[in-house]
């Protein structure tokens, strides 16, 4: 009969499974290490966030919070009245008074339309005239209407040709703002033609 002995193991696969079992340890192991560094560091950001900034403010201390009751309460006014305003077309209380102002008046290069631009106050409805002279020459006259926009009204856009004006030079700009019998005061200056 044939005797059968035990086999030794190989030592290579012996050391190449101690092997395997510590990387695998090692990589648990600095993966869990990772983790908990990460939630540390999270957690003192939020801390720190949240000890510097008060409820509902950020660091440029916009508040954020719901409307406090007089918030709310003058909103309300303020519907109440742009509604009234536009139930009563628009049409200005007779203590109230307009306002115009020119912002800027300007070409962009010769040739090129002359641009009004304009803030009128006390009002959201209405017309404005826009009226350009130049001793000697004609006068140039426009019309446009008082547009009101999110928060503040203007004549609008207002563009005149260069092919309006008969001479370059200097004009004497004038605007008014009117809505019912309510006139603004004449807002001036002196802009410059090239054509």
Not at 31 to 44: E, S, T, V, Y
Request: net charge positive.
């Amino acid at each position: 009969m044939k005797q059968y002995t035990k086999k030794q193991p190989r030592k290579s696969f012996v050391t190449k499974r101690k092997l395997l079992v510590l990387g695998l340890v090692l990589v648990v192991g600095v993966g869990a290490a990772l983790w908990a560094w990460h939630r540390h560091d999270r957690a003192i950001a939020v801390n720190k966030t949240a000890s510097q900034k008060h409820v509902g403010e950020t660091e440029s201390n916009v508040n954020y919070g719901p409307p406090t009751p007089s918030e709310k309460s003058a909103a309300e006014q303020q519907k109440k009245q742009i509604i009234q305003d536009e139930t009563n077309g628009g049409s200005q209380p007779a203590n109230q008074t307009i306002g115009v102002t020119i912002v800027r008046a300007n070409q962009l290069g010769a040739g090129q339309p002359l641009q009004v631009r304009t803030l009128v106050t006390g009002t959201t409805s209405g017309t404005c005239t826009i009226t350009l002279t130049k001793s000697g020459q004609a006068t140039v006259t426009k019309t446009a209407n008082i547009s009101f926009e999110a928060t503040t009204a203007s004549c609008g856009a207002v563009n005149i040709d260069a092919s309006e004006f008969a001479a370059a030079g200097d004009w004497a700009l004038s605007v008014t703002a009117k809505n019912g019998t309510a006139t603004s005061p004449v807002a001036t200056q002196t802009v410059t033609v090239a054509k």
